[in-house]
């Protein structure tokens, strides 16, 4: 009983003293700003193992080593040099039985490891069903069973999405369980070869869009069903976009999503989009969910629940932003920190009917395209154009199922879980979305955008903002171009019809001036 009271009482810190923590995904986006935060935040973490596979031709010590000299650490450098020392790479892979542990690697999770984060995924929205399973439901499960033999394991929290589940328009905070039994699917799969799961697939996915959502939701249902005595949280993000304020406001490290999206605006390359302006747009900065991941875990091992606990990282609920309200704020912030090398004036074009979006895209992009393209092979130079924006509309294709739809996903649990944490916690592991204000978050977007994805030195914005000036005249002459062409033909066409209506037009200008 004293036990379970002094844990009650720990701080988030003091909770990781002396922990050591287990994190698959490590390298990827959100995977590198929780092991930031941890290190800065938890200063007296005792290890953070991280699950690696040699990649690329690099081995699993030189992708520790490119990833401990990533930009994002450098705040931790300056605070505490030896802190890095407490990364240690495991030789591992999510896709092979037991992850490929050695019996030693294995040996030292189980006798060390507290706190377990299950951040790996593959995030490809077009991925083959059958690697989407081996990667979003098979990998979780073999992570489950290594939990089980942890001496020292106190909270396993695994990384989910919001978006599963898209058949209901409202989502609460739990598990859903789908009439397809997982395991069963799952064997069936794994007899089947490729080509026939290609063909049964479309009616496997039924409602949801895409095999990421699909294999999202079977994990979660298996996770909760199998977990037994390991302590499981689920931990649900929506579309995680750029920091807000750590580990470096407005870091990123990718063109994943709505970040790639967006700075093909800022660049004036993509300007029509399938996208419903009315609809709510639920981003989220990715240091919001990576400190409730950090609180989730102290307070599954703290208050040990006897459900599984399921939190909603979203800002829908609780402070919507709508897909016009964000093309509003990029725009705005865009005109006051473009980009150094644009190819047009930004701006975008939203609509969700198929013709009129077709037509712009046509007159928009692909027109353009094959003009630069003309241009680059009349003057010896590699045509690229065309290419590029077939891989641009590709992939933004992939997100149209979600910029044109609309769920409404409950966050009750994070507001929960705030209201017994300290002061001090709350400050330091801030993830209430309540307190997210669109505009000034896009100004911190934006600028991180230009520097860490786009590669813009800061240095360039009085450069940047003369090209953008430059641009914005050379619109406005070829929109007047236009109108003045439209009006010509307009004029010789039905200049009978438009001499009277013009005259009625000046009249009425004139007797209601006169009024």
């Known amino acids: 009983m004293s036990e379970n009271t002094n844990m009650e009482q720990l701080s988030i810190p003091e909770f990781y003293k002396g922990r050591s923590v287990f994190i698959t995904g490590a390298t990827g986006f959100m995977g590198k700003v929780l092991v930031e935060k941890l290190l800065r935040s938890c200063p007296e973490v005792d290890r953070i193992y991280l699950l690696m596979r040699p990649s690329k031709g690099q081995s699993v010590e030189c992708r520790l080593e490119d990833l401990i000299n990533n930009q994002i650490f450098d705040g931790v450098r300056k605070q505490e040099p030896n802190a890095l020392t407490k990364i240690v790479a495991v030789t591992g892979d999510v896709t092979l039985p037991g992850y490929g542990l050695s019996a030693f690697d294995l040996n030292l999770l189980i006798e060390n490891v507290s706190i377990v984060f299950n951040s790996a995924a593959t995030i490809k929205f077009n991925e083959e069903l059958k690697d989407a399973i ?108 750029a920091a807000l304020k750590e580990p470096v406001p407005g870091w990123v490290d990718n063109f994943n999503g709505a970040t790639g999206t967006i700075a093909a605006v800022g660049k004036g390359f993509f300007r029509v989009m399938k996208i419903n302006a009315d609809l709510v747009a639920d981003i989220i900065p990715v240091d919001y969910p990576i400190n409730l991941m950090i609180s989730v875990a102290w307070h599954l091992a703290t208050r040990r629940p006897n459900e599984v606990p399921v939190y909603s990282c979203t800002t829908g609920h609780r402070n919507p932003l709508t897909w016009g309200g964000l093309k509003r704020c990029t725009l705005q912030s865009w005109l006051k920190f473009p980009a150094q090398d644009m190819m047009w004036y930004p701006s975008a074009l939203y609509t969700i009917n198929d013709a009129w ?152 200008e004139f007797l209601s001036d006169k009024s």
């Open 134 to 241: 081996e990667m979003n439901v098979k990998g979780p499960m073999q992570l489950l069973e290594i939990c089980r033999q942890m001496k020292r394991l106190v909270a396993f929290v695994h990384v989910s999405t919001a978006f599963n589940n898209l058949d209901r328009e409202e989502m609460k905070e739990q598990v859903y369980h789908s009439k397809v039994d997982p395991v069963k699917l799952i064997q069936l799969l794994d007899c089947l070869d490729d080509n026939a799961v290609k063909k049964i697939a479309p009616q496997l996915l039924g409602n949801s869009p895409n095999t990421y959502t699909y294999t999202k939701a079977l994990a979660e249902q298996l996770l909760e069903e199998q977990c037994g005595s390991v302590p499981l949280a689920i931990v649900r993000p929506s579309i995680v976009t």
């Open 357 to 508: 979006y077709k037509m712009n895209e046509v007159l928009f992009h692909t027109i353009p395209a094959h003009l630069f393209d003309l241009f680059y092979s009349m003057t010896g130079k590699r045509t690229r154009w065309v290419r590029m924006y077939a891989k641009a509309t590709l992939a933004f294709s992939t997100l149209e199922f979600f910029t044109t739809h609309q769920w409404r996903f409950l966050s009750n649990n994070p507001i929960r879980l705030l209201e017994e944490m300290s002061n001090q916690d709350k400050k330091t592991f801030y993830f209430d979305v309540r307190e997210i204000e669109w505009k000034s978050y896009f100004d911190v977007f934006i600028q991180g955008a230009r520097r860490f994805v786009l590669k813009d030195d800061p240095s360039t914005l009085p450069l940047a903002r003369r090209n953008l000036s430059r641009l914005y005249v050379a619109r406005m002459f070829l929109r007047l171009l236009f109108f003045f062409g439209l009006f010509t033909v307009l004029w010789r066409s039905f200049r009978p019809f438009l001499l009277p209506v013009t005259a009625v037009f000046f009249l009425t």
